[in-house]
Every structure is written in C-alpha cells, then in structure tokens.
C-alpha cells in the first residue's frame, strides 16, 4: 500500500521581502512572523539619531537568531540620512536571496525627533521606487493611534499573505 504525503508550502514561501526598521518594534514583529511564514527577509536596520545602539549589528543578531530556528533573513546596511543609499539595496538583495516581492518600511511616531518621521517618508519612497515591477510596497506609520505593535505587525503580515495568495494563484 502506498501513502503519498502532499507537501504545502507555507503561506509566503519564494516571497523576498525587505523590511526597513526591521529590528524593534512593529519591525521586528513583522520580520519574524514573515519569516516563519516562509519568506525570505532583508532585514535591514535603521539607526535612529541618539538611539544609542547600532542598527547594523541589531539585523546581524536578529538574523542569526532567525536563523538558528532554520528561518531565512539576512542582514542589509543602509543609512537613513541618506536615502540614495537605499537606491542599489534592491539589487544586492535580489542577488543574494532573488528578487524583492515586497517591502516593508517601518516609520517611526513623530515623538522619536521632528525629522525622523519625515527622513523615513522620504527613504520609503526611494525604497518602493526602486522595486521590481509588480512589487508591494507597504510603509508602516507606527504613530497612527488606535493600533498596538501586534495588530498592526500583524495587519501588516495578513496583507502581504493575501496577495501572495493572489499571485500564486493563476487567473482563469
């Protein structure tokens, strides 16, 4: 007697997705429920002028703690001060862990400093100029009152799972 067992993929298996500010927070959330999902994630840590801490060796921990469970995620370096920085990110990531499907852009709340809120605007947009056609692009506004770290991490990844269902599925 033969069994044959049906292997189903997780929800976002072969999804690339780059997740700016993807350390603390909602990011950091939104990053690891991706990855247990299936995804393969760019993290990328933002420095937040007089946080105190260092964003690159933030996403290299979080990574290697990803990975550790046997998730996908590999570290990015970019500077929020300059956006241009993220123009090539897209292309590197594409050929370490192949093209981005999504990203994600965590805007921190105006109380973090008068011109982090906007600085990150400005670099979402260079961001979601730079993805492939077809690409989602999802900025996070982490001041929007009404929501907690855990629903809007989690809105945030039921989005991306619903249009990952929507491409995987072939029109007819």
């Known amino acids: 007697m033969s069994h044959t067992v049906a292997h189903v993929p997780p929800p976002l298996h072969g999804c690339v997705v780059?997740?700016?500010?993807?350390?603390?927070?909602?990011?950091?959330?939104?990053?690891s429920q991706l990855c247990a999902l299936g995804a393969a994630v760019a993290v990328v840590g933002a420095g937040h002028p007089g946080r105190g801490d260092d964003a690159a060796t933030n996403a290299a921990f979080l990574c290697k703690e990803l990975a550790g469970i046997g998730l996908i995620a590999l570290p990015y370096q970019a500077d929020v001060e300059r956006p241009e920085s993220f123009g090539a990110l897209t292309g590197q990531i594409a050929a370490d862990l192949g093209p981005v499907?999504?990203?994600v852009v965590v805007v921190p709340s105006a109380s973090g400093g008068d011109e982090l809120a906007p600085a990150f605007r400005v670099l979402s947009g260079v961001v979601a100029a730079s993805l492939p056609t077809g690409a989602e692009h999802?900025?996070?506004?982490v001041g929007h009152e009404g929501f907690g770290l855990e629903e809007t991490a989690q809105a945030v990844?039921?989005?991306?799972?619903r249009l990952?269902?929507?491409?995987?599925t072939p029109s007819g």
């Open 138 to 141: 999802i900025e996070v506004d």
């Open 164 to 168: 990952h269902e929507r491409w995987r």
């Open 157 to 161: 990844v039921e989005r991306l799972v």
């Open 101 to 103: 499907t999504a990203s």
């Open 18 to 31: 780059l997740v700016v500010d993807a350390t603390t927070g909602v990011g950091r959330r939104v990053t």
